[in-house]
DNA sequence: ATTATCTTTGCAACTTAGTTGCAATATTTT
DNA sequence: AAAATATTGCAACTAAGTTGCAAAGATAAT
């Protein structure tokens, strides 16, 4: 068993799940990537598994429930999901970091030490979530 | 001729646009609401013209393409539009405000004047553009 | 190890968002 | 009024996402 295998399954047994090929294999993935995640993507890179389609939707909508991922915002286009944090739970999510999306090489990545900006609310206004994704080029991309 | 209607008429004329029912009942339309418009919105609040859905959706690609309407940040669901600043052009587009969307009237806003906070970003990456999305109670729900 | 219980999967069918090609129509220019 | 050009409507298509349900699988109890 691999180091990311165990992993994967404890994070599963942690949260009630059971052990299943579809779900061990998308955790691995995340794991591995280490950028958020489509549907389509999974789907891409787990195709010689030859999960159904709805099984990956219900995996990852299981997933964000249960506090392991979150939903990472991607103006244009689908759903995209990423690792949450340990502080996360099927009660609350705490992923208030920044995401970044590459404009070449289309990544998105959790900004986990970048907090986000404070934001000076509009009078009468009451601000209960935010989100702030920068767009441009990734240390990799940037040479 | 109504005010809105000659507004509109002056928008289209400006960019070189033809003028036809559709492109001023949507101009129109986004005149007379303030906030944020999905295809779907239009399409609704402007049934009895019985427009086709494509030519909606041809209407709102070319208003972006000339710097009349841009695009929000809407997590989930369909893309949003909403009216320009008078900066904006075919050329380039500076719509670098907050938005809010009320998590009770579900109305998206440009928040024209706050601006976007300003971004650290981490090392070794370039960032180019950035979005802002509050959440919260907007005014009116807030009560 | 077998069985019973409860969870998860795969399939088929459906909905909704968005796109494309093309002929008919409307708008602007001459 | 006719010619030139832009826009529309329709039909057909793709892609994302959802739902119901029976079969298969995982865990827990005997
Ligand atoms: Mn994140
Ligand atoms: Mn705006
Ligand atoms: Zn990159
Ligand atoms: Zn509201």
């Known amino acids: 068993m691999t180091h990311l295998e165990s992993t994967s399954l404890d994070l599963l047994k942690l949260h009630?799940?059971?052990?299943t090929p579809c779900r061990l294999a998308v955790l691995e993935l995340f794991f591995r990537e280490r950028a958020a995640l489509s549907h389509q993507n999974i789907e891409q890179q787990t195709q010689n598994s030859n999960f159904d389609r709805v099984t990956i939707y219900r995996t990852l909508t299981t997933f964000e429930e249960k506090g392991i991922l979150h939903r990472v915002p991607d103006l244009e286009g689908q759903a995209k999901y990423a690792l949450c944090s340990e502080?996360?739970?099927?009660?609350?999510?705490h992923d208030a970091?920044?995401?970044?999306?590459?404009?070449?090489?289309?990544?998105v990545l959790c900004m986990e030490d970048i907090p986000l900006?404070?934001?000076?609310?509009?009078?009468?206004?009451?601000?209960?979530?935010?989100?702030?994704?920068?767009?441009?080029?990734?240390?990799?991309?940037?040479?």
């Open 97 to 107: 970091h920044v995401h970044f999306k590459c404009q070449t090489c289309e990544k």
């Open 16 to 19: 009630g799940l059971r052990k």
């Open 87 to 93: 502080k996360c739970s099927e009660h609350a999510h």
């Open 117 to 143: 900006p404070e934001t000076a609310a509009p009078k009468g206004y009451q601000v209960k979530t935010a989100s702030f994704l920068l767009e441009g080029l990734c240390a990799e991309c940037n040479g």
